[in-house]
């Protein structure tokens, strides 16, 4: 059975978005941004944001789907009690899913350094 992000990882809210973007901290990579804050509950969050920048809402979907995916086979990286949001640059349409992917890592691991 796949393993999917379970509804208590998701963050919806647009409040919570927004905390993270004011008062967390971010870290960049040439596809991606990972905005990152503290939520001091007993799980971690994530959110994905891509902007019409990227493309049209068919290229834009084809990005959040491909980070949905990738956070999906690295659930053991993220910390507990921490917000995740990873923003997609206007590349992120243009680059193999592999290339998306290390990004992705390489900032996970630069946020638990922190």
Do not use: W
């Amino acid at each position: 059975m796949a393993r999917i992000l379970a509804e208590k990882n998701k963050i919806r809210k647009r409040r919570d978005f927004t905390k993270t973007y004011k008062k967390g901290h971010s870290t960049i990579a040439p596809s991606v941004v990972l905005c990152y804050r503290n939520n001091h509950l007993d799980t971690f969050r994530c959110g994905f944001t891509v902007s019409k920048k990227v493309g049209k809402a068919v290229e834009r979907n084809k990005v959040r789907r491909r980070m949905k995916e990738i956070v999906r086979n690295h659930l053991d990286l993220f910390t507990t009690g921490t917000d995740y949001i990873f923003v997609a640059r206007k590349k992120a349409n243009q680059v193999e899913f592999c290339r998306l992917e290390d990004d992705m890592l390489n900032l996970i691991k630069r946020a638990r350094k922190k």
